[in-house]
């Protein structure tokens, strides 16, 4: 790095990987992969070809043909746990601009604004893309969160 502007470009790509973006990938997990369907981990059997006797077994149930290709129970059950444990918010935990001193009080109170630009954003029904169908609202780059399973808040530190 040779000038200033490239030290506080630098530092706010690190910032930005080891936070917000760290947490929604982190947080997001479960909410988007905890109904395993959505996601399995594994594929036991390849796509059957086009007039092969496995393809007319598949043509005629693939609800049950898809079952029979995606993981186990017990590796299902395995999975979950661990993406449900990654994906929960301690009772301890800090976030984003929660600390002592007169600069992080300034940078809370501009998340606390950030997050209040969202709310709004995501009760707007006009903004198709923030209020689908499914009336599931983005939550994953509000600042704060609770304890548990929130699918929201970026902590102040990391811990993977």
């Given at each position: 790095m040779q000038t200033r502007e490239e030290l506080v470009e630098a530092s706010a790509t690190l910032?930005?990987?080891a936070s917000a973006l760290?947490?929604?990938i982190n947080f997001g997990?479960?909410?988007y992969g905890g109904?395993?369907?959505n996601r399995p981990t594994i594929s036991r059997r390849f796509m059957p070809a086009k007039g092969s006797p496995e393809y007319d077994v598949l043509a005629k149930n693939p609800e049950k043909e898809f079952l029979k290709t995606?993981?186990?129970?017990?590796?299902t059950l395995i999975d979950l746990t661990v993406i449900e444990i990654l994906s929960r918010h301690t009772s301890d935990e800090f976030y984003l601009g929660q600390r002592d001193g007169e600069a992080f009080k300034r940078f809370g109170k501009n998340l606390e604004e950030i997050e209040k630009k969202l709310i709004e954003k995501n009760n707007d029904e006009t903004l198709r893309n923030r209020y689908g169908p499914t009336k599931m609202p983005?939550?994953?780059l509000y600042p704060s969160s609770e304890e548990g399973l929130t699918f929201r808040g970026i902590p102040n530190?990391?811990?993977i």
């Open positions: 910032i930005w990987i760290h947490a929604t997990q479960y909410p109904l395993f369907l995606i993981t186990g129970k017990k590796e983005y939550t994953l530190s990391i811990s």
